[in-house]
Nanobody
Framework: QPHFVESGGGLVQPGGSLRLSCVAS????????VGWFHQPPGEDREEVSC????????HYVDFIKGRFTISRDNAKNTVFLQMNNLKPEDTGAYYC???????????????????WGQGTQVTVSS
């Protein structure tokens, strides 16, 4: 059955870095735009970045712009989120999801996405 597997989360000190990976299984990822979502503890899930199927169209939420970078390797059926200069407020679960389109024109609400991974936990603490 088609699904995503996220990995790369963990415990890191403020100012540190992590690289999250989202691997698609059971479908061809290069047909779809993909988003990364952040869900802080006790709060709603929010999209922080999206990338079109070709990688040519990218959007970021303001509070992570300049710190996080989304990218993809369609040959490996994988989307990445490089997270640098991490802050305590970045703590939470991170999910990747596929949009039923080949592009994203801007950031969206979770219900616009069709297929989700199980999430990976990021904790930023000293």
């Amino acid at each position: 059955q088609p699904h995503f597997v996220e990995s790369g989360g963990g415990l890191v000190q403020p100012g540190g870095s992590l690289r999250l990976s989202c691997v698609a299984s059971g479908f061809t990822l290069d047909n779809y735009a993909v988003g990364w979502f952040h869900q802080p503890p006790g709060e709603d899930r929010e999209e922080v970045s999206c990338i079109s199927s070709s990688g040519s169209n990218i959007h970021y939420v303001d509070f992570i712009k300049g710190r996080f970078t989304i990218s993809r390797d369609n040959a490996k059926n994988t989307v990445f989120l490089q997270m640098n200069n991490l802050k305590p407020e970045d703590t939470g679960a991170y999910y990747c999801a596929a949009l039923g389109l080949d592009y994203c024109s801007g950031l969206s609400l979770p219900h616009e996405y069709d297929l989700w991974g199980q999430g990976t936990q990021v904790t930023v603490s000293s």
